[in-house]
């Protein structure tokens, strides 16, 4: 079936510094790749998107970037806070009419003051 | 944090026991969604209803069981069929249409004792 991988599994970073998850996914025809923040006991939230009529995404300190020809995206953020503290989570909706999504296995990301 | 809502948050259940879980929406969305959520593995769609009294199955189905009686709502019930039902169990729902952002419920924490 379609999967989506996301690497690393864990991620540690000194405030400030930079942090990037990685995701491939397999269909060829996925066109929209959310990501989702879930900070402990709670629930996901979006708080990214980009879909395949764009190649990079910003909004503020976060950014997205896609690559369709090798099926993978990217998420990237800069100027880290102790609050980015948090498992995220890749995504990647499915070609075919209904609004499913594949999620990768998520990344928890601890940023060190 | 409003429009969607899960209860209980914690559930406790004996081997061999029926539990149902409830997620209600005020959102006015058409489509809605369970997923489970493992340690490691992300989230993983059990079922999807895109409209009232319809409903299809996702990756994991086995075991669980769902109704669509009305827009509002989309009750989840562990079978006693399900073989490993400890998890953490999220509801969503989005307006229709490709690519649409799924709002999350809070989550329900499932334990078999």
């Known amino acids: 079936g379609e999967n989506v991988e996301q690497h690393p599994s864990t991620l540690s970073v000194q405030e400030g510094d930079s942090a990037v998850i990685k995701c491939t996914y397999s269909?060829?025809?996925?066109?929209?790749f959310p990501w989702y923040k879930q900070e402990l006991g709670k629930r996901p939230q979006l708080i990214i998107d980009?879909?395949?009529?764009?190649g990079e995404k910003k909004d503020q300190r976060i950014a997205v970037t896609l690559n369709k020809t090798a099926k993978h995206f990217s998420l990237h953020i800069t100027e880290t806070q102790p609050e980015d503290s948090a498992v995220y989570f890749c995504?990647?909706?499915?070609?075919?009419?209904?609004?499913?999504?594949?999620f990768g296995a998520g990344t928890r990301l601890a940023v060190h003051p | 944090d409003g429009g969607i809502t899960q209860s209980p948050k914690y559930l406790f259940r004996k081997e061999g026991q029926n539990v149902t879980l409830s997620c209600e929406q005020n959102?006015?969305?058409?489509?809605m969604y369970w997923y489970r959520q493992d340690p490691g593995q992300g989230l993983r769609l059990i079922y999807y209803?895109?409209?009232?009294?319809?409903?299809q199955k996702g990756d994991i189905a086995e075991g669980y069981s769902v109704s669509r009686e009305k827009k509002e709502s989309f009750p989840l019930t562990v079978t006693s069929a399900q073989k490993n039902p400890t998890a953490f169990y999220l509801c969503?729902?989005?307006?229709?249409?490709?690519?649409?952002?799924?709002?999350f419920g809070p989550g329900t924490r499932l334990t078999v004792l």
């Open positions: 969503a729902s989005s307006t229709t249409g490709y690519g649409n952002e799924q709002f």
């Open positions: 269909d060829s025809a996925s066109n929209y």
């Open positions: 980009i879909r395949s009529n764009v």
């Open positions: 995504a990647a909706l499915l070609s075919g009419g209904y609004n499913k999504l594949i």
């Open positions: 959102l006015n969305h058409d489509a």
């Open positions: 209803s895109q409209i009232v009294n319809d409903f």
